[in-house]
């Protein structure tokens, strides 16, 4: 029971016939897409992979497929769920090159999983154009693999970003200089942290405290408690999804008097908002996107419409141009053969809903890094060069 | 104690060719069915190694993800310092002695609170690994680079299965083995013919637990990014124990008769299920349970009594290792 | 004292969290691993009843535990009978429970994910502060707190002062003599299995108030469950209780002296220390 996502009757039928066996030219492009649908990090890929790959099939398929050599061809999607284990994954990822035989492969949800299959998707010689993996390796891990793209950007650059933003909004008199910083024990909380808390030294803050908390935290009233002991102007969390929420309703419980409230992952979900309503607004959080343009806008729009739930402010329209990229690729080579679109992708500038994308190195040099919650958007609030960046504001109270 | 007999031989030799008819899989095919082969060949090593010890004793231990991720930790941090083989005897070393510390203290425990006390221990040793990594270095995640492919991952874990096998068929042979015999009779008897319980339970736990720090070791390249979570997965204890229990832990090769079928059963549920796995997952083990009262094994017994009769049974259990 | 406040606030959760599991593992000797799914699909229901009908969560617990109770008592004719019958001896049954609810807890979760998907979920109710010797504490929390004393102590009384309940602590402690003395077993058994149930859903209602869930979490819950009842001694609502508090207060102790990376070391390492000392669990009897 493949999900088999084809607009049209016509080209599912000559899917049927090159399924089985038929000698006819093909007629479809076949693409695999391997990430949880459960385990740990089902509920962030249920968010951001997912549905934006959902809109790009439906979008393409609309537009009547992909224009390959003059010719359109559809995309049929063939999913498979990991169950959050990189076991699962790499026998997913071995099943769409060499059962399935698929033309493309969109890369799996998290960096630990991205890494585990990148020698693989790599053997196959496909391009593996990574989103969801936030990581400092992204230099090394291109060099590995000249395959491989990273989107999303370095987590140095998310700490240093956040040290320069608040070191700004302390110039601007919003805020002093002592911050509280904690962080989840795990692969992205501790990069940032090790990044973050020389970055707010440098930049002259007094980290008045600092803790980890496991993965699996669940509770969270020692840690605002003790944070709001210590009496900051600024609270800095590098948190996964469940601890951003379990952290802010307990910020706003404890009333914590911080004019500077940063917390990690998922604040850009517009689940965010709407669980922790006007105690949303002013909270600052990695990721953001340039809520003003059009393209954005109307990304939102859509997204709403075809996959009936809201895109996230930060990986979801970055998920998005990851595969209009590929389709540009593709596009460009006028064939799908997979070293032609990697050399397309090498070389090429694409116009995307995030703007321009040019790969510097396998890299994306120029990423939102934080956003903040005002009047209900999430606006990206400091990049590394993206520009169309808003002013941030203190926060003031949490209701 | 006695002389190899003409049965054992033709088991061993029965035994050989099928591992050697493994370890060509790859030159078959190299891409899924190799990684399939793999994560099969994973699960007999894994569940056959804690049969050794839960068959015999009857306990059901849940520390299993605890030594793979010793095991697979060894691997990530020492990988740029020492050469592998070294790494994997480490690896032995390492999960061999936590299984006699823990051995030592536990094995008093009867029952379900050596079970819990075992998951406690794998969720225990993750989180002291996470939080010294956390502390003390800049990353929680290893890289691990190596230029082993999937073949030889495989073919790793087949000869590691037969010296698991080889290591069980001596034991059973050994004054050890005929320890346990007694103890997993009865215990109360086996005290007081004067055979020290505690101490060969936990020369078998240790010997159980290296053989999986070893499993752990090996699978190390495959992951090529080793973090706790992945390391230490508590779903690999739950899913040894039951694929285990399910094929029989009456003899040493009886998990295998669980994790082949069900390996490959899960794996076509995934694959032509996959936005209702856990579902169809669920109903499908269900099913198993009351259809499969006493494992592949207790059926696979009551197919072959009625033809072979009981000489084929009673030489069944006199070689049962 | 704020430790002792918070810690107690958080050993509440983790009682109402375990009591279920305590009768049914106690009990009904089957050791649930589905325990944390029941949970987790008991917070979507007072999430969809909150959403769609305007029921508040606590109010809502009066349709769900109900409603859970009957679940519950259909899973267990259904599907544990035959594996009480056809156990040969407690061993057996415990395998052959583990297996049977690894199973259930699979279809719990695919129902949830089909339901529900796999996002995360969170609400607010009652989430203002209440301040405590000078600190502020969420209402939600304080509700749950109280809900479960209030449940404890009606479990307490239930099963001390009552016929019905003497009768379900007999089969705990031997079904087979319980037996002789004209306890009708299977029923107290399906009874025992389905009321605590229909604890758990209460307590997946209260926690839903303040925790975020997503369908993928019940385990987390589970192994909570398991180590508190293990170690509180397995079928003693007072020992629960007793294990549930400590972990509370030493969990929130670890995480303010020391380090809140190290709270599960602390909860397991309690858990190794109490078991050591007394392997039956606080209140638990030798096993005979």
């Known amino acids: 029971m493949k999900r088999r996502t084809l607009m049209k009757v016509a080209a599912a039928l000559v899917a049927g016939t090159m399924l089985t066996g038929g000698a006819m030219a093909q007629e479809v492009i076949r693409i695999g897409a391997s990430a949880p649908k459960t385990g740990p990090l089902a509920g962030g890929s249920a968010v951001t992979y997912w549905p934006a790959i959902a809109l790009w099939v439906s979008d393409v398929n609309g537009r009547g497929g992909i224009d390959v050599g003059g010719k359109k061809m559809m995309v049929e999607l063939i999913e498979y769920d990991d169950r959050t284990s990189n076991e699962e994954a790499i026998k997913n990822i071995q099943r769409l090159a060499t059962v399935d035989k698929v033309d493309f492969i969109i890369p799996p949800y998290g960096t630990g999983i991205n890494l585990a299959t990148a020698p693989l998707i790599a053997k196959y010689g496909y391009p593996h154009i990574a989103v969801t993996a936030v990581t400092d390796g992204v230099d090394e891990f291109a060099a590995r693999w000249p395959n491989s793209f990273w989107t999303l950007g370095t987590s140095s650059a998310f700490a240093v970003s956040l040290a320069e933003l608040l070191k700004g909004m302390r110039e601007g008199g919003l805020i002093n200089d002592k911050v509280a910083v904690v962080n989840v024990a795990d692969a992205f909380g501790i990069e940032l942290a090790n990044a973050g808390k020389p970055a707010l030294a440098e930049a002259g803050f007094d980290i008045v405290y600092e803790s980890s908390y496991p993965l699996t935290q669940q509770d969270f009233a020692p840690i605002i408690q003790a944070a709001k002991a210590a009496s900051p102007d600024s609270f800095v969390a590098f948190s996964y999804p469940g601890d951003t929420f379990g952290l802010t309703k307990e910020a706003a419980i404890a009333d914590l008097p911080v004019k500077a409230y940063y917390v990690g992952v998922a604040t850009a979900f517009p689940a965010f908002a709407g669980a922790n309503g006007p105690a949303a607004e002013g909270v600052l959080g990695a990721g953001g996107v340039n809520a003003n343009s059009d393209k954005i806008k109307d990304f939102i729009t859509r997204h709403n419409e075809v996959t009936g739930q809201a895109p996230d402010y930060w990986a979801s329209p970055v998920q998005y141009a990851s595969l209009e990229v590929l389709e540009q690729a593709i596009t460009r080579a006028g064939s799908l053969d997979k070293q032609a679109v990697i050399d397309q992708i090498h070389n090429g500038t694409f116009d995307t809903i995030m703007g321009e994308w040019t790969f510097d190195g396998n890299v994306i040099r120029k990423f939102w890094t934080v956003g903040q919650w005002q009047g209900g958007v999430f606006n990206g609030v400091a990049s590394t060069g993206v520009g169309g960046e808003v002013t941030p504001v203190a926060k003031s109270g949490w209701k | 104690m006695s002389a190899v007999t003409g049965n054992e031989w033709r088991i061993a030799i029965l035994g050989a060719l099928a591992l050697g008819a493994a370890a060509l899989i790859p030159l078959a095919d190299d891409g899924y069915y190799l990684s399939l082969s793999v994560n099969i060949a994973l699960y007999v090593v894994l569940c056959t190694a804690w049969t050794l010890f839960s068959g015999p004793t009857h306990y059901i231990s849940l520390a299993t993800a605890a030594f793979f991720g010793i095991g697979t930790y060894t691997v990530g941090l020492g990988i740029d310092a020492l050469p592998f083989a070294l790494l994997v005897a480490i690896a032995a070393v390492m999960a061999g002695l936590v299984a006699g510390l823990v051995g030592i203290a536990t094995l008093r425990l009867t029952g379900v609170y050596f079970v819990i006390f075992t998951l406690g221990l794998a969720e225990l040793v993750r989180q002291v690994v996470t939080w010294l990594q956390t502390n003390f270095t800049t990353s929680v995640g290893l890289y691990v680079f190596t230029d082993f492919t999937e073949t030889h991952i495989l073919w790793m874990l087949l000869a590691l299965a037969a010296v698991i096998y080889v290591t069980g068929w001596l034991i059973n042979r050994s004054r050890l083995g005929f320890a346990m015999r007694i103890i997993g009779n009865d215990e109360t008897v086996a005290r007081h013919v004067g055979i020290d319980v505690a101490r060969a339970k936990v020369i078998l736990f240790m010997i159980s637990g290296a053989f999986i720090g070893v499993t752990g070791a090996i699978m190390a390249p495959r992951f090529a990014y080793v973090e706790p979570p992945s390391a230490f997965n508590p779903l690999i204890s739950f899913q040894v124990v039951i694929m285990a229990l399910l094929g029989g832990t009456s003899r040493l090769w009886a998990p295998l008769l669980g994790v082949i079928p069900f390996t490959i059963l899960f794996d076509q549920v995934s694959a032509h299920f996959p936005n209702h796995t856990s579902l169809v997952m669920g109903i499908a083990f269900m099913a198993i349970v009351y259809l499969l009262p006493r494992g592949v094994v207790g059926l696979a017994r009551e197919l072959l009594r009625p033809k072979a009769g009981k000489r084929l049974v009673a030489a069944e259990e006199a070689t049962a290792p | ?288």
């Open chain 3, 1 to 288: 004292m704020d430790i002792l406040v918070t810690g107690t606030v958080l050993g509440g959760t983790y009682a109402l969290i375990a009591l279920g599991l305590t009768l049914q593992y106690g009990v009904a000797r089957i050791m649930n691993l589905a325990n944390g799914e029941n949970l987790v699909l008991a917070c979507f229901s007072a999430f969809w009843l909150l959403s769609t009908f305007a029921i508040n969560p606590v109010a809502g617990i009066l349709l769900i535990a109900p409603a859970a109770f009957l679940l519950n008592w259909l899973i267990y004719r259904l599907a544990m009978r035959p594996l009480v019958e056809r156990a040969k001896d407690r061993g057996q049954l415990e395998v052959d429970s583990i297996l049977a609810t690894f199973g259930l807890m699979f279809i719990f979760q695919g129902v949830m994910l089909l339901a529900f998907g796999g996002g995360y979920f969170t609400y607010n109710f009652l989430s203002e502060p209440v301040t405590i010797f000078g600190a502020n504490y969420g209402l939600n929390r304080l509700v749950a707190l109280g809900a479960a004393a209030l449940i404890a102590v009606c479990l307490w009384l239930f099963l001390y002062f009552t016929r019905y309940g003497t009768a379900i602590r007999a089969v705990a402690v031997d079904p087979a003599s319980a037996s002789l003395v004209a306890i009708d077993v299977p029923r107290a058994s399906a009874f025992a299995f389905a009321l605590g149930g229909a604890l758990t859903a209460a307590a997946g209602a209260l926690l839903s108030t303040f925790y975020t869930f997503d369908a993928s979490m019940g385990v987390i819950f589970t192994m909570k469950a398991l180590i508190i009842v293990i170690m509180g001694g397995v079928g003693d609502v007072r020992g629960a209780v007793l294990a549930a508090l400590m972990l509370g207060i030493a969990e929130t102790a670890v995480a303010v002296l020391v380090d809140p990376g190290l709270t599960l070391a602390a909860t397991y390492t309690l858990f190794i220390i109490v078991l050591l000392f007394r392997p039956q669990g606080m209140f638990g009897r030798k096993p005979a």
